[in-house]
């Protein structure tokens, strides 16, 4: 059973900074790329950032050069730095990753989602 836990959302003041972080836990092979998505009241969910296995990292335009991403040393863990943020920065938060297991079959990649962090920007 795989799983992937968030933590480090709350209520915070415009400016100021947040940082999230997800862990990968269970029967996992390998870890591919590993990414937040954020989806806000009556809006669909959208990527934030993403980084690959070798440490490529990609950002949406909205949240380039205030959001950082990253991941542990260990690789099952990825973290999201999120610096000077805006009102329209709220959203519920969710870590995504591609994880490999060993199945009956071989090995399998499946798209795996956190239960999602609330992250909310209001003075």
């Known amino acids: 059973q795989v799983q992937l836990v968030e933590s480090g959302g709350g209520l915070v003041q415009p400016g100021v900074s947040l940082r999230l972080s997800c862990a990968a836990s269970?029967?996992?092979?390998?870890?591919?790329?590993m990414g937040w998505y954020r989806q806000a009241p009556g809006k669909q969910r959208e990527l934030v950032a993403v980084?690959?296995?070798?440490?490529?990292?990609n950002y949406a335009d909205s949240v380039k050069g205030r959001f950082t991403i990253s991941r542990g040393n260990a690789k099952n863990t990825v973290y999201l730095q999120m610096n000077s943020l805006k009102p329209e920065d709220t959203a519920v938060y969710y870590c995504?990753?591609?994880?490999?297991?060993?199945?009956?079959?071989?090995?399998?990649?499946?798209?795996?989602w956190g239960q999602g962090t609330q992250v909310t920007v209001s003075s």
């Open positions: 269970g029967s996992i092979f390998s870890i591919n790329d």
């Open positions: 980084i690959t296995s070798d440490g490529s990292t």
């Open positions: 995504n990753a591609v994880i490999t297991v060993v199945a009956v079959n071989g090995l399998v990649s499946t798209n795996y």
